[in-house]
């Protein structure tokens, strides 16, 4: 089995509740999202999805995705996609860096494995953990009082983990975690994660500000060194991600005991199979994680369930499912949250078929 043509849809993912805002004023209302192909000389098609979380949070952006998808598409015209990691190493070799690129091509070359050996990708990931994936609702920045509010409106509809975004001023955000809290019961798992969005002293003043409170914090502060002086001045749960992009800084974050938690986002990462090798890594190491991506809609959300319930169940912290946060859906077969979990398909590959009506012509074509 060859790789003949490698293509590129690109879709507009509106978001439900009209826009998504987090730490520094950052905000987005339609998401720009790619669904990149893969298609075989077999006629076996895989389809992965990279939607980065607008141009300013990693180093990501959506064009960057099609512009990097001519640049590597033609190196891998020819391969097995079923080798994952010879297509790994040949994308490695053919461009530096840019995980974010090479996202999308390994998504879907894990969905063609799968169709080939007529397996769900979770079963060729590990197999699978439990009956359902948990799920977390991220909460937009707003005030105190509307965070609440929707935190009450979102536990209605199953949800039990809540990841609110702060990383704002620091007194609000103080009221913030404080109004939301109030909301929860005490099985609740609230998150107070400010996306790099304090500086040292503010999140070493709201995390003494909020030590009696149950929350978790997520990533106070823009590098690895000022996150560590952070969580050595509390003893709230502590989770790393915009700093955690590769095996290297796992280790050195295991080394210093600089977090209970890792986010690992599989376009950070490069991918389902570089975002494997972390995860194996972190059960072996005793790390639990929220189990994600950057943002992206029903293929996106279905290599999500993939990864989280090929996870054992003690190490799932959170997941998501981002197409039920965005207006347009675009493949048939992703999963649905039902009472705050998810399940992944027992479809061999990732379970979708792409809407080609919803998702429209080929933006990027390599052949
Ligand atoms: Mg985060």
């Known amino acids: 089995m060859k790789i003949k043509r490698l293509f590129a849809h690109r879709v507009e993912l509106p978001l439900r509740e009209g826009s998504y805002k987090w730490s520094g004023g950052k905000s987005v209302t339609v998401f720009d999202s790619t669904i990149i192909g893969v298609e075989t000389d077999t006629g076996l098609i895989g389809y992965g999805e990279v939607c980065p979380l607008g141009p300013f949070y990693l180093p990501a952006y959506a064009e960057g995705v099609r512009a990097g998808l001519k640049e590597i598409g033609p190196h891998l015209l020819g391969l097995d996609p079923r080798e994952l990691s010879v297509l790994n190493q040949r994308m490695d070799a053919a461009l530096k860096g840019h995980p974010y690129v090479k996202s999308g091509i390994d998504i879907a070359c894990w969905d063609i494995l799968g169709q080939a050996t007529g397996l769900p990708v979770c079963t060729l990931m590990g197999g699978r953990f439990g009956r359902s994936v948990r799920l977390y609702r991220a909460i937009s920045q707003e005030s105190p009082d509307e965070m609440a509010a929707k935190v009450a409106a979102y536990r209605t509809e199953g949800y039990t983990r809540f990841q609110l975004k702060v990383g704002g001023d620091p007194d609000t955000d103080i009221e913030r975690i404080r109004a939301v809290r109030a909301m929860l019961k005490p099985t609740d798992r609230l998150v107070a994660d400010a996306n790099t969005g304090w500086t040292q002293h503010e999140a070493i003043r709201v995390v003494r500000a909020v030590r009696d409170v149950d929350v978790y914090i997520e990533q106070p502060c823009l590098t690895y060194e000022e ?17 955690v992009d590769g095996l290297d800084m796992l280790l050195r974050g295991k080394a210093d005991l600089a977090m209970d938690v890792v986010n690992l986002k599989i376009s950070k990462l490069g991918g389902l199979t570089k975002t494997k090798q972390v995860r194996d890594l972190c059960v072996s190491m005793g790390i639990a994680m929220t189990l994600e991506d950057s943002w992206g809609g029903d293929i996106t959300t279905a ?14 912290f959170t997941s998501t499912d981002f197409n039920s946060y965005v207006t347009v859906s675009t493949a048939h077969g992703a999963p649905q949250r039902d009472n705050g979990y998810m399940e992944a398909s027992a479809v061999p590959g990732l379970g979708i078929i792409p809407k080609h009506d919803v998702i429209g012509r080929r933006v990027v074509d390599v052949t």
């Open 227 to 243: 996150c560590l002086a952070v969580r050595r001045h509390t003893d709230h749960p502590f989770v790393l991600d915009e700093n």
């Open 303 to 316: 290599a999500i369930a993939h990864l989280a319930h090929s996870t054992p169940e003690e190490f799932r």
